[in-house]
């Protein structure tokens, strides 16, 4: 079914706000409501969202939904989950609605107003449920939230995905590009945003206030995020941005609190080296690829002299497709030597020993250049999550950095390995289009190279 493109209410000004709020509360003494969490008995939310969608009044509407939302999130995961499996199964398409819509087709196939007829027909009532929902105050919030907790309930509730098919057609159509608002963070912006920088770091966690200044305040530093006019005080998704005066190879030396800044004139790159999405109700909903272009763009305009955009990325499936392929003595993505090698990684502190690391080199970066290069997952696409956002944003896969994150965590997912992703702006266009037509990867030929001639 052809879905329809969707536009948020505009936020209101304060004043009108409040004399919307006016309004609500007597549309709920007109429906007999004394406010919400004033009942003394858990509404049915089931019939909260039959009478929503039976209201024409808007003030009315505004507080059954206000009455709705606010009865969900106090209620137990059980009558949570009871309402979710009600919007799959009751609020569906009306079949009475679908099959006059049909029929009418049928008698003219050539009828456009018929066939228009069948599609709005065909429209999921909880679609329009979802809408009006979204008008109470705080409702786009609240529906966020309701997704987050659908997407709990995914994977044993199979149902549920015609729900969320809802919610993600109408979320790309609310949180869409021209909605978006690009902000640059620095020490100066509110600490109730600045909290949630903290909160939502999903790449390299910020230890303390003294690890965020030193991300924000330096000449050298720079960070971004998008915001949507019904979330103010919520960046959806932010990016950390490094200067320097070449592309860098590990990311201790970017995070390091002792390291003298240099002054942003002096920078000749720009290292994109944290990207975090924050609002997990918003999943599916693509963010990163506008937010690199724009901030591409503004830093190109404050700062004429960054010559490379590169990012510093972590990679967070090699060591498990490693581990897969150890096992797997009939793979043909690793070779005997690189088995025989891969028994040290099983050494506790192996990258401390440095011959033992040395020895590691070469076979490591081999196999993480056959990772990239060759290995697809069960849809045939590169194993690799970030691989596909950049190389899918357009940018080329530049360098292999051996022991580039020696955290734990960078231990435990890669072995140490980072990579580089350099977007050159003159072949973004071009290498986009190649990965989304054939599965084209741009590769810098020290990565081709990489890979064991075997493998190659």
Aim: net charge negative; charged share 25%; aromatic share 8%.
């Amino acid at each position: 079914m052809t879905r329809t493109v969707e536009t948020p209410r505009p936020s209101r000004p304060a004043f009108l706000g409040e004399l919307f709020e006016v309004l609500t509360n007597r549309g709920r003494r007109l429906l007999g409501r004394r406010g919400a969490g004033a009942a003394t008995e858990s509404p049915d939310l089931c019939e909260l969202g039959e009478a929503l969608l039976s209201r024409r009044g808007e003030a009315s509407g505004v507080a059954i939904a206000q009455d709705l939302l606010a009865a969900f999130e106090d209620a137990d995961e059980a009558t949570r989950l009871a309402f979710l499996h009600d919007l799959a199964e009751r609020f569906g398409p009306d079949p009475a609605a679908v099959r006059a819509a049909l029929e009418a087709v049928q008698r003219d196939p050539e009828d456009a107003l018929a066939i228009e007829a069948l599609h709005e027909a065909t429209e999921p009532r909880r679609q329009e449920l979802l809408r009006r929902l979204n008008l109470a105050p705080g409702g786009t919030a609240a529906l966020v939230r309701m997704r987050e907790e659908l997407l709990a309930h995914l994977k044993g509730n199979p149902a549920l995905r015609r729900v969320d098919l809802d919610f993600a057609h109408l979320f790309a159509s609310w949180f869409n590009r021209g909605f978006l608002v690009l902000r640059h963070i620095d020490w100066n912006t509110p600490a109730s945003i600045l909290e949630k920088i903290i909160r939502y770091e999903a790449v390299h966690a910020i230890q303390n206030w003294d690890d965020l200044r030193n991300r924000l305040q330096p000449t050298d530093r720079r960070c971004y995020g998008f915001f949507h006019p019904q979330l103010v005080d919520e960046p959806l998704i932010f990016v950390e941005v490094a200067l320097t005066e070449e592309i860098p190879d590990n990311v201790a030396g970017l995070l390091d609190l002792d390291r003298q800044p240099i002054e942003a004139e002096r920078a000749s790159t720009a290292v994109f080296y944290s990207i975090s999405n924050t609002q997990r109700g918003l999943a599916g909903v693509s963010f990163g690829n506008f937010l690199i272009k724009q901030v591409v763009e503004e830093l190109k305009a404050e700062l004429p002299n960054i010559r490379s955009f590169v990012t510093l990325s972590p990679v967070p499936g090699f060591a498990a497709w490693l581990a897969r392929q150890r096992q797997d003595e009939m793979s043909e993505l690793i070779g005997a030597d690189q088995r025989l090698a891969f028994a040290l990684l099983d050494e506790p502190d192996w990258h401390r020993d440095r011959a033992a690391a040395e020895s590691l080199r070469a076979p490591l970066l081999a196999a993480a250049a056959t990772y990239f290069l060759r290995a697809r997952d069960g849809k045939g696409r590169v194993v690799d999550p970030v691989a596909r956002f950049h190389l899918g944003n357009g940018a080329r896969l530049e360098r292999l950095n051996f022991l580039g994150d020696v955290s734990a965590n960078g231990l435990k997912q890669a072995h140490g390995l980072m990579v580089n992703y350099l977007y050159d702006l003159d072949r973004i266009e071009a290498n986009h289009e190649a990965f989304a037509e054939g599965s084209a990867i741009a590769a810098s030929d020290s990565v081709t190279r990489a890979q064991p001639i075997s493998n190659a």
